[in-house]
């Protein structure tokens, strides 16, 4: 499963700064019962949990972390990444216009011809467009929007509802609710499509360092002819620049197009790593049926070790390594 989105509410952010767990019940989505789990099923679940949860942590990503603080973890892996340079052009229009005086609140509609053919029309409403506030709503909407192998359909919505802080002092925290609709990519010839609602939160105490939580009563990730749903979603995200360290904690539960049931995941040790690569160190458990589990051990930022208890009984019946790369 290809991982998501990395970039769009960084632009976003450009804009203005140039300028916990949920519910068991999964917000009362009704859920199908917990997966069994066997030897020859793990390794298919590992890679569906692993790469989903790194898709939601991807959107993380949205919130800004053009404001200096550094690069979030696996950065650069997903299809979804390429779409932050579209917008990244189309901001440009916007910062033109306030350059020129005429910033204004509500923006009209501004439509931008793509490098290679479409277009991406970027409207706003902002109470000052000199810092985020409360309320603040901006949308992107790509219509066949190409660039070199990418191509871009749908709509992408964010609104403020809280801030406070000051983004050029380095200490804020801002939590932006984000809805992705029919949002479909194609590159390279492999379709990926988003649709949720979710909530993201970024806290800079001092810079370089972030703190980022995603959350999601229910998102829903199609790529490489795989379908993901994530329910109940919560991701931690530590990012130090400095460092070139990153720690990351998650939980929720999975249903997959590619095994029947669901099941529930935790990172019990958070994983570590470093810059924008696989983490070195950390432990996730996904849980099934009958209290059987899958135990990932992160050996290093290569391999990963899958502890496999089919009976529940908290004693592995078999281990398998598998490399980064063949689960996510």
Same mark, same amino acid.
């Given at each position: ?45 590992? !890679?569906?949990?692993? &790469?989903?949860? %790194?898709? =939601? ?7 800004? +972390?053009? #404001?200096?603080? *550094? ?101 804020? !925290?801002?939590?932006? &609710?984000?809805? %992705?609709? =029919? ?7 492999? +379709?990926? #499509?988003?649709? *949720? ?108 070790? %899958? ?22």
């Amino acid at each position: 499963m290809t991982r998501t989105a990395h970039a769009l509410l960084a632009a976003a952010s450009t804009i203005l700064a140039a300028c916990g767990g949920g519910s068991s019940d999964g917000g009362n989505i009704a859920l199908p019962g917990l997966a069994d789990i066997t030897s020859t099923n793990a390794p298919t679940i590992s !890679s569906a949990v692993m &790469s989903s949860m %790194l898709e =939601g942590t991807d959107l993380g990503s949205f919130t800004g +972390l053009s #404001t200096g603080a *550094g690069s979030s973890p696996l950065m650069g892996k997903a299809v979804f990444a390429k779409v932050g340079s579209l917008q990244t052009d189309g901001v440009q229009t916007l910062l033109k216009q306030r350059q020129l005086g005429i910033f204004q609140a509500p923006i009209d509609p501004v439509t931008e011809n793509c490098l290679d053919g479409g277009t991406m029309t970027l409207s706003a409403n902002l109470a000052n467009p000199s810092t985020m506030s409360q309320g603040d709503t901006i949308s992107f909407t790509y219509v066949n929007c190409a660039e070199g192998t990418t191509i871009v359909n749908g709509t992408f919505g964010m609104t403020v509802t809280s801030f406070s802080g000051d983004m050029l002092s380095g200490a804020f !925290s801002f939590r932006v &609710s984000v809805s %992705l609709s =029919g949002f479909t990519i194609v590159d390279d010839g492999v +379709l990926a #499509t988003a649709d *949720g609602d979710i909530t993201i939160t970024l806290t800079a105490t001092s810079q370089p360092t972030l703190d980022i939580s995603v959350t999601a009563t229910s998102l829903t990730v199609s790529a490489d002819g795989q379908t993901n749903t994530l329910t109940d979603l919560t991701i931690s995200q530590g990012i130090d620049s400095v460092a070139a360290t990153y720690t990351l904690d998650a939980s929720g539960s999975l249903t997959s197009s590619v095994f029947e049931g669901r099941v529930d995941f935790a990172t019990t040790v958070a994983l570590q790593g470093m810059g924008e690569g696989n983490a070195f160190s950390g432990e996730l458990v996904i849980s099934g049926a009958a209290n059987a589990t899958i135990r990932i051990r992160v050996l290093d930022a290569t391999m990963l070790r %899958l502890e496999i208890d089919t009976n529940g009984d908290g004693t592995p019946d078999e281990s398998i390594d598998r490399s980064w790369d063949e689960l996510t």
